[in-house]
């Protein structure tokens, strides 16, 4: 039982490049979250999942896509970087009640 | 608005008891979660509390009163290992499960 992985765990993109995140969770959770971390602040949801085929925007979306197509996997897109997105970017999954993180991808755009 | 508190950073003793407080103004409210995270670690659950009073588990206790918006986290026989940052967040009501985080409290531990 991994729980939830992230891939990436490190990367470094030039403006205006793009990527994938990439976030995959065994636990067969119908909930899931994308975070961005800023240094020495707390956690900003970025889009949510409530079930393969939904999804919603959270506090700071934009310049942020995602997809679920699965209930395991709940990838985010940056299509246009910025050094904006510079920050470190968790997915989550929910359990009963408590969300369950992943370790994290550190990106910077420079 | 949704506005969470907590203080930026503490610093206590080894083997001292030290207490967090956060205090939230949200429009809604689901519950209330306390978050440990040690530096370039992700975020790992604490504590949950949906009712007033007083949830223990172990050497963490966490509070809350719904009616002061308010809720503390008391960890006891701190460690060395307590070191991290704590963040409380609020669940919004509604069935998405979304938290609203404060900024996080850094705490560190001296021997």
């Known amino acids: 039982n991994a729980g939830v992985t992230q891939t990436p765990k490190f990367r470094i993109l030039k403006i205006g490049q793009s990527m994938t995140l990439q976030c995959t969770q065994d636990m067969n959770h119908n909930y899931m979250y994308w975070y961005r971390q800023d240094p020495g602040m707390g956690l900003k949801l970025i889009y949510y999942s409530v079930g393969a085929g939904i999804t919603d925007k959270g506090e700071v979306p934009n310049g942020y896509n995602v997809s679920r197509s699965t209930t395991e996997d709940f990838p985010l897109r940056l299509e246009l970087a910025a050094p904006s997105q510079t920050s470190v970017y968790f997915c989550a999954s929910r359990g009963t009640y408590e969300q369950y993180f992943g370790p994290g991808t550190r990106l910077t755009v420079t | 608005g949704q506005n969470i508190d907590q203080p930026t950073e503490m610093t206590a003793t080894e083997g001292a008891i030290v207490q967090i407080n956060c205090t939230y103004q949200t429009s809604g409210f689901n519950g209330l979660f306390w978050y440990q995270q040690h530096a370039g670690e992700a975020p790992t659950f604490l504590s949950y509390?949906?009712?007033?009073g007083l949830e223990e588990k172990g050497r963490f206790s966490s509070f809350l009163s719904r009616s002061k918006g308010y809720s503390y986290l008391l960890l006891k026989e701190l460690q060395m290992k307590d070191s991290a940052s704590y963040l409380c967040?609020?669940?919004?009501?509604?069935?998405?499960?979304?938290?609203?985080f404060g900024q996080g409290t850094t705490l560190q531990v001296k021997p």
């Open positions: 967040a609020v669940r919004v009501p509604g069935n998405t499960g979304k938290l609203i």
């Open positions: 509390n949906v009712l007033d």
